[in-house]
Nanobody, 122 residues
């Protein structure tokens, strides 16, 4: 089992920044690909970014590329999502997820956090 706890959400004005953190406990953190997903009201959960086991490879959905940065520290069992130049359309609940494969599909990730709300005002 892997337990994931997200923090760092909040209310920010458009153009602002937030940094989300996801602390993991349980099984060996470095064994998992880590990802961030988000879900806006009335919409399906969507992939945002992922980072490989060692942290040397990242992938982003096109809508956040150049604005968001995913990173991890295996010694601290933590993954972060730095979000800059935020837009109102970034408003959603953001979820941290752990999985075995480098995928953008929700079903590839077996462990999920409880989510943290990010609200971007215009």
């Amino acid at each position: 089992q892997v337990q994931l706890v997200e923090t760092g959400g909040g209310l920010v004005q458009a153009g602002g920044s937030l940094r989300l953190s996801c602390a993991a406990s349980g099984r060996t953190f470095s064994n998992y690909v880590m990802a961030w997903f988000r879900q806006a009201p009335g919409k399906e959960r969507e992939f945002v970014a992922r980072v490989s086991w060692s942290g040397d490879s990242t992938y982003y959905v096109s809508s956040v590329k150049g604005r968001f940065t995913i990173s991890r520290n295996n010694a601290k069992n933590t993954v972060w999502l730095q979000m800059n130049s935020l837009k109102p359309e970034d408003t959603a609940v953001y979820y941290c997820a752990a999985g075995d494969l480098t995928s953008r599909d929700t079903y590839s990730y077996g462990y999920w956090g409880q989510g943290t709300q990010v609200t971007v005002s215009s």
